[in-house]
């Protein structure tokens, strides 16, 4: 019997499985529930356990809401199949496994179809407090429970509609070097905008209250951040404003310096029909460069996307 540690179960960036999916060129994937170890229950369970009271003290009611509807296991692991079955009747949204990272607009197109792409490895146990990359507990703890909220659920399927506007627009620019600069340009905004809401973003806790609460989900499934986000002074917090969202720049790899703040769900809906309304009169085609960078795959994936 060999004496080194051989890679297995679903841990992220050491999962076989994954590595075998992916060299097969597949995006969407079955959850293979057996192939979590012990080591990645234990993860599952140490990460809940210290998430939870923060939850309490700082998430909008509407995820603690949703924690509670999907029955999430505080000691396992969740099962996809397990958290459909709650999701779909409440929102028609489904969780939808994945071998990794998705192209910008596969995965704008999957939210559209009220499908959320769900990395199924959960991060090393070790590193219980940053990963670069989404994991299981990032996607399902932190982003599923928003998606029992049909008015939420709403605003992912407006940015699916949004893509796939900004794809036919693009298309149809013959000069192939402003198309190139144009898309590039735009996936730029509406990462941005996704970023500072869906990922980032604070929301009163009622029209005119002074009191945050967090909707975002990088924020929601950081230990460290969902404090530091809502109680730390040097935290620039500051009324959502378009104009000043798509042209922002961010960093993934520390606490976020400056978050933006909406005033409710319904607002954050109109924000992405105005984020459209800009889209069709060209005014996310020249934003300021810099984060994120924008890969060939995303790219390719807006000008090749069969709209
Ligand atoms: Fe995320």
């Not at 704008?108 to 792409?117: E, I, V």
């Not at 659920?153 to 506007?165: I, K, N, P, S, T």
């Not at 190139?180 to 730029?188: P, Q």
């Not at 409710?264 to 934003?287: C, M, P, R, V």
Request: glycine share 6%; charged share 25%; aromatic share 12%.
């Amino acid at each position: 019997m060999p004496t080194t540690q051989v890679a297995s179960g679903l841990t992220t960036n050491k999962a076989p499985f994954i590595e075998l999916q992916r060299a097969e060129g597949n995006i969407y994937i079955e959850q293979p529930y057996g192939l979590y170890d012990e080591q990645n229950q234990d993860t599952w369970r140490r990460l809940y356990a210290r998430m939870r009271p923060r939850w309490e003290k700082y998430a909008h009611p509407k995820f603690l809401e949703g924690v509670h509807n999907l029955a999430l296991d505080p000691d396992a692991v969740p099962r996809l199949e397990d958290i459909n079955r709650f999701l779909c009747p409440l929102s028609g949204f489904s969780a939808k496994a994945v071998a990794g990272y998705v192209p910008a607009y596969v995965f704008f197109d999957c939210l559209r179809t009220r499908a959320f792409p769900t990395t199924i490895t959960i991060r090393d146990g070790k590193l219980l407090d940053y990963l670069p990359e989404p994991d299981i507990f990032h996607d399902v703890a932190g982003h599923v429970p928003m998606h029992t909220d049909k008015r939420f659920a709403d605003v992912l399927v407006r940015f699916g509609e949004v893509a796939r506007e900004a794809a036919v627009m693009v298309q149809g620019i013959a000069d192939k070097q402003q198309q190139l600069r144009h898309v590039e340009s735009i996936i730029r905004g509406m990462a941005r905008f996704f970023w500072f809401t869906v990922e980032f973003g604070l929301m009163r806790e009622k029209p005119g209250s002074k009191n945050l609460k967090v909707y975002g989900s990088g924020l929601l499934s950081s230990y460290g951040e969902i404090e530091h986000c809502v109680t730390a002074p040097e935290v620039q917090r500051y009324p959502m404003q378009l104009e000043w969202v798509i042209n922002q720049s961010f960093e993934i790899d520390h606490y976020q310096p400056l978050l933006f703040i909406v005033d409710s769900f319904d607002h954050l809906y109109e924000l992405t029909h105005q984020l459209e309304q800009w889209i069709k009169a060209g005014k996310l085609e020249n934003l300021a460069p810099c984060e994120p960078a924008i890969s060939e795959a995303d790219l390719k994936s807006f000008l090749e996307a069969g709209v």
